[in-house]
């Protein structure tokens, strides 16, 4: 004989209610948890200025210099006596420099004779190329035509370079190379001066201008009889072989 159970009782009877139930909640508050949002709270710092009220200060004593009030001035006296001018002033009496049509001024007739006049050398700078008279280089008297003395002069000169040349080791070393122009002056003693370069390299303009500051003193050049300057210009080479 089984027994019979009570259905009011019966445990399982909404087991599937009270687990929808159940789950329902779980995903109600999971879902709640992940859409929940926290805020930092701010933070409020309050900044305090301290001020104090000592600011006693120690005042030096002084000593307070009391000056004495000036001496009144002298009293007039009592008689005022008139003094007679003993000196007489002479006056000075300043005439006129201005003349007026009425004066006549002698001409001054001045002898040529007595007039001194002194040659003011002119410091006249002729190209070498159209010189009257060239330069004569220690050499080159032998010639008697200006051509060939011209000729011989730039001989001499390409000489004296290729004689005196030393390449400079530094810009040798650096495989520096080109042309340098040098221009000097030949003055009226017949001495190299003012020379002036123009190059790649300073080092090479250095070369340049130590082989012609070598040259020998010449003959100097003649323009209309008179020794003058004479400006000369050549180009150096600086090639490596």
Not at 119 to 134: G, K, T
Request: glycine content about 4%; overall charge negative.
């Amino acid at each position: 004989m089984k027994p019979k159970k009570n259905p009011n009782v019966d445990v399982g009877r909404n087991s599937s209610l009270y687990f929808m139930i159940g789950l329902t909640v779980i995903l109600f508050v999971t879902w709640q948890s992940f859409e929940l949002k926290t805020y930092e709270k701010d933070t409020l710092v309050s900044e305090v200025l301290e001020v104090t009220d000592d600011l006693d200060e120690e005042v030096p004593v002084t000593e307070m210099i009391r000056t004495p009030p000036p001496p009144p001035p002298p009293s007039a006296p009592d008689v005022i006596e008139i003094v007679e001018d003993v000196e007489d002033v002479e006056e000075t009496v300043i005439e006129s420099t201005e003349s007026s049509q009425d004066v006549y001024v002698e001409d001054v007739v001045v002898n040529v004779d007595d007039v001194e006049v002194d040659e003011v050398e002119d410091d006249v700078v002729v190209p070498f190329a159209i010189i009257e008279y060239v330069p004569v280089f220690p050499g080159c008297e032998v010639y008697e035509s200006q051509a060939d003395r011209k000729e011989c002069f730039n001989q001499k000169v390409q000489e004296h370079i290729r004689k005196n040349f030393k390449y400079p080791p530094a810009a040798l070393d650096m495989g520096i190379t080109g042309k340098v122009f040098v221009q000097f002056v030949i003055n009226s003693k017949g001495q190299v001066t003012e020379i002036r370069q123009r190059g790649p390299d300073r080092l090479l303009e250095q070369e340049a201008v130590r082989i012609i500051s070598t040259l020998p003193q010449v003959k100097p050049g003649v323009q209309r009889g008179k020794p003058v300057k004479v400006k000369y210009s050549i180009p150096i080479h600086f090639v490596m072989k």
